[in-house]
Each structure stands twice: as C-alpha cells, then as structure tokens.
C-alpha cells in the first residue's frame, strides 16, 4: 500500500542527501544526488535544477523517475515514484526554492554561482518503505517522542496558543516589554530557546539586533547586512526562509567565523554554532519591514511549515505592535556607580567608542553625543524626543524615523557597556540623562586613529 505523501513531509527538509534515478530515452540510466526536493503539495513535489542538466534531459525524454528519500529522525528510507509534468521559472513557488538557494549561496560567499534555473514540478505516483533499511527496533527506539507544547494539527491547541500570545502583545504597554514578551512566550509555548528580534538601521540596508533570549551574550547592536545568510535573506525577499542544516550548509560552520568578521567586527552576533534548524520570518507592515524574528534549535528538523506558518501570524501581530508602540517608551531603574568614563567620537565614521571599546554608530551615536555634549557644556540633563527629530544634524528621516527603537538600542548599549551613564525615560515623548560618573568627551576623525595613536 502506497504511503501518503503527507506523513513524510520531514524527509524533504534538506537534512539527508536523495538520491534520483531517471533514464534516457534509449534506456541509459543516470543516478546523482538531490540536495532540493521541495514538498508541493499531497500529490506534488519539486526538484531544484541547478546543474542537473542530464536529469533534466532524461526527464524530458521519459518523464518517470524513482527518488530515495530518508527521515533525518527515524533515518528510515522510503522510495518515490515520479512522473515529471511541468517546469517553472517564476512564481510562489519558483520564488520560495530560490530564496533558499539564494540564501544558502550568500552565507556561504557563493552568490550568483548557485542559481536556481527551475522547479520542475513531478506528480508522486507512488510511496513505499524500503524494507530491511535499518535494524529492527529496540524498545528504546519506540519510546514515545517528547511532545511540542503546543500539539499540531490540534485546532484548540493553535487556537489557544495564538490566544495567549496575541493577548500578552496586545498588553505590551511599551516596545521594551513588547520584545521580552515576545521572546519569553515564545520559549514557554515552542520551547524555543534561541530566538533574536532585528529591526532596520539606519542605512537602510542592514538589520540590527535589538533583543535576543537563550544566548551566551546578547549581541545587541550586533548588524546583519540584507541578504546575508538566512536572516538578511528573509529581510531583502520579506518573506519567512526556513532551512535546516542539510549538506547544502554542513560547510556553514566552517565558515561561520569569516561570516561573522564579514557583518561586523564592532559587536559579535548570537548565534548557535551547532544549530541544526532555523526560521527567519520578516515582521512587515502592508509591504514595509519592520523587523525580522529569528529563531534556531540544536534539533533537526525542530522548526516545520507548521511553525512557519503560525509564527509567521504572530510575525504580522509583532509587526503591528512595533508601529502602535513606536512612541512609547519605558523607565529604567536606577543604579548608582562612581567611575571615569571616557568617550570618544570618530567624526568620519559617525562612532562613538567608550574607554577605547566600540559603543555604538550612526544616529544613536549622534543622539548620544548630542545629550553628553549638552551635559558637559550646559549641565543639561533632560531632553526630548521632539528636540531630537528638529535637529537636522541627527539625520533622522521625515516620516518613519523609528526614533523610539534607536533610544532603545542606545539604552541597551549604555547598559552593556557603561551602566553608570544611562537614558532614563521622564514621560511621554522626554527623557534624562543620568550620569554618575566623571565624563571627558573627545573628538577625533576616524577611528584608524586608534591604530595610529
């Protein structure tokens, strides 16, 4: 009896290698591997031709073909019959296969060598398990598997879950609390443990991370350029990429440290070096970006169509919030400390360093040396959102300056790296700066200084 389809959709998550046999017209066989099978539909799959130009051409010739896939779980084997109906080079799903591919090629410095040229579209004609594939199982191989928190396919369960997620968003009273709450119910319903929020910087083409839960450090500050690797790939395409680490990324690792150099070297970004799933959905408003929501598991096949589909709702629910909550702000409690702090702005490359250690750049660098400067010449403590946005040296934009998520990230940066000088909100719309520490401000042009000093 033929095996439906739907019950092995994890067999086509890019963990394990397939194996594709096709033949030719005159009966010559050809057999090569598959890194891409993608899971249409019931009935449906679709092979990624990159290179496969003598499968391609068998299949034109004679459409049938026998495919191996395997469970990156159980590690069981089951054989697929094909029969090749159709090719596409644009579309939904044209569009999907290649982000991946995209995505993939750009963490891995090969962009613009792999290419995805179709999705050729095959009818599933039959399933079976390959007999004898494994040993027969041991008790402890049929003990049951730990159970998700929130049970699939089980409607009261999703619905329940969405609840209390989309109620705990909805109270956010402040875009700090919105980010904690986030990440925090979502490790309590997925047992994700590992997830990062990026937003937009000020370039307009690089992501910067503004809160993560579950790492060694918090890399806030940390930039992700778009297009670069899973993240900044679901940023530039703003659609959700899901990847497991399969043979098309096993040599992710070993370049995960150059990747890092590549984003930035002024503060680390968090990451699992052993990640074995990843999700990155984009946080849109109509056709705005608004963030990006991330989230890895040491797990193989940890993170499903199914969690891509519902986190993607929550994704549209986080997005809005961002934007209702754009104006408020929240008070950080205070804390006393006696020190010397000496910061310095490097004019050319719009960065401020703080005891010869990077801080922060762009606009929050701009906002900060604004407020210090304030302080050190008049003794000025108290500042307001509106002053901020009159002043054109900022270089804040007319219309979405996301002015509120940029005080965040300083505030954050300032209590990571110096917590005796802090931006404490005031009221609506108006901050202070709390300083309990002697301060020296010192201008130089770049900071190749650094090196030359």
């Known amino acids: 009896m033929s095996i439906p389809l739907d019950r092995i959709v994890q067999c086509f998550h890019g963990v394990v290698p397939n194996v594709i046999a096709t033949c030719s017209a005159g009966g010559l066989p050809n057999i090569t591997y598959v890194s891409e099978l993608h899971y249409v539909d019931a009935n449906h799959v679709a092979l990624s031709c990159q290179f496969f130009n003598k499968t391609a051409k068998n299949l034109r010739e004679n459409p049938y073909a026998r495919v191996e896939v395997y469970d990156p779980l159980t590690f069981e084997a089951y054989r697929l019959k094909l029969r ?59 003990a049951a598997p730990i159970a998700l928190s929130v049970p699939r396919n089980d409607p009261v369960g999703e619905l329940r879950s969405l609840q209390i997620i989309s109620d705990r968003i909805n109270r956010a009273s402040d875009l700090e609390e919105l980010l904690a709450t986030t990440l925090e119910t979502l490790g309590a319903l997925f047992g994700f443990d590992h997830t990062i929020i990026l937003i937009p910087d000020d370039t307009g083409d690089r992501l910067v991370t503004l809160a993560s839960r579950g790492y060694a450090h918090d890399g806030v500050g940390a930039v992700v350029p778009f297009g670069v690797g899973v993240i900044g790939a679901a940023a530039r395409q703003k659609r959700p990429l899901r990847m497991e680490v399969g043979t098309e990324l096993r040599y992710r690792r070993a370049i995960r440290r150059t990747l890092r150099d590549a984003v930035t070297s ?43 589909a519902f986190i993607s709702i929550v994704g549209n629910q986080i997005a809005t919030a961002i934007e209702r909550l754009s104006n408020v702000e929240t008070e950080e409690p205070a804390e006393q400390r006696t020190t010397a702090r000496s910061f310095c702005l490097y004019k050319n490359d719009d960065c401020i360093f703080v005891d010869g250690e990077y801080l922060i750049r762009n606009v929050p660098a701009k906002i900060l040396w604004k407020v210090l400067s304030a302080y050190r010449r008049e003794g000025r403590t108290d500042f307001s959102n509106r002053e901020l946005r009159l002043d054109p040296s900022l270089g804040l934009p007319p219309i979405k300056d996301n002015l509120e998520s940029r005080l965040i990230l300083l505030r954050r940066r300032l209590n990571d790296k110096c917590p ?20 020296t401000l010192t201008e130089r042009s770049s900071a190749s200084d650094l090196v030359n000093s």
């Open 84 to 142: 090749f109906e159709r090719s596409e080079t644009d579309g939904p799903l044209f569009d999907t296969m290649s982000g991946r591919i995209d995505a993939i090629a750009a963490q891995t410095g090969m962009a613009g060598v792999f290419r995805l040229r179709s999705a050729d579209i095959c009818e599933v004609l039959d399933v079976q398990a390959v007999p004898g594939f494994l040993r027969p199982p041991t008790p402890e191989d049929l």
């Open 420 to 439: 005796d000088v802090r931006i404490v909100s005031s009221g609506r719309g108006k901050f202070t700066l709390v300083v309990s520490s002697a301060i």
């Open 266 to 308: 002024e503060v680390p970004i968090c990451g699992l070096p052993d990640a074995e799933s990843e999700l990155a959905v984009p946080l849109l408003v109509g056709c705005q970006l608004v963030g990006v929501l991330a989230v890895e598991s040491r797990r193989p096949a940890a993170l499903t169509q199914w969690h891509e």
